[in-house]
């Protein structure tokens, strides 16, 4: 997905809290099923405009009622991407 949808307003703070999940690695790996359901799109973290961070990856989701994005560590957006 273009760095340039994952804007200022639609940041939340690194938070999966925003889908009731805290944002740690195993849980992650518990609720991947839904978060990989709710993703619509992902860019290199180094690559945003607002907010750029290396050694991460933006993930944008999508619930119907809510849109936002948040960083994932490359190890916590593997877990994601792992369809085990």
Same mark, same amino acid.
């Given at each position: 997905?273009?760095?340039?949808?994952?804007?200022?307003? =639609? $940041? #939340?703070?690194?938070? @999966?809290?925003? @889908?009731?999940?805290?944002? #740690?690695?195993?849980?992650? /790996? /518990?609720? %991947?099923? #839904? =978060?990989? #359901? @709710?993703?619509?799109?992902?860019?290199?973290?180094? !690559? /945003?405009?607002?907010?750029? !961070?290396?050694?991460?990856?933006?993930?944008?989701?999508?619930?119907?009622?809510?849109?936002? $994005?948040?960083? *994932?560590?490359? %190890?916590?957006?593997?877990? *994601?991407?792992?369809? !085990?």
């Amino acid at each position: 997905m273009p760095a340039v949808y994952f804007t200022y307003d =639609l $940041w #939340r703070a690194g938070s @999966l809290f925003e @889908l009731g999940i805290p944002h #740690r690695e195993y849980c992650i /790996l /518990l609720n %991947k099923a #839904r =978060l990989r #359901r @709710l993703a619509v799109g992902f860019t290199e973290g180094e !690559k /945003l405009h607002f907010r750029p !961070k290396s050694g991460h990856v933006a993930v944008m989701f999508f619930t119907g009622t809510r849109h936002f $994005w948040t960083h *994932l560590t490359f %190890k916590e957006f593997n877990f *994601l991407m792992d369809k !085990k």
